[in-house]
């Protein structure tokens, strides 16, 4: 079984930085491909990001493109997103998901998932 843990949100004002972190509890991002999804109050769970398990390939949503960036340390076992430039509409729950080899960017192709990490963007 592999558990993800999120960390790293929290409260920002418009136009500012945060970053999140997820940790496995095995050594799962290799050879995993690790998503970052986000929901926010009455909408459905969408992609944000995604990474493959050399970390060579990403892929991000229209929305986020240019401010948020995914990496990964396969020796900590741990992927990041790095959020610059946040907006209110960035507020949501994120949440952290893997899945064999290939990265996707639909929700239901990922087995694992964090229990999520609250961030609140004030205008």
């Known amino acids: 079984q592999v558990q993800l843990l999120e960390s790293g949100g929290g409260f920002v004002q418009a136009g500012n930085s945060l970053i999140l972190s997820c940790a496995a509890s095995v050594r799962t991002p290799s050879p995993y491909a690790m998503g970052w999804f986000r929901q926010a109050p009455g909408n459905e769970r969408g992609f944000v990001a995604a990474i493959n398990w050399s970390g060579l390939d990403t892929y991000y949503a229209d929305s986020v493109k240019g401010r948020f960036t995914i990496s990964r340390d396969n020796d900590k076992n741990t992927v990041y997103l790095q959020m610059n430039s946040l907006k209110p509409d960035d507020t949501a729950v994120y949440y952290c998901?893997?899945?064999?080899?290939?990265?996707?960017?639909?929700?239901?192709?990922?087995?694992?998932w964090g229990q999520g990490t609250q961030v609140t963007v004030s205008s």
């Open positions: 998901a893997a899945r064999p080899f290939h990265l996707r960017v639909d929700a239901s192709g990922y087995e694992y």
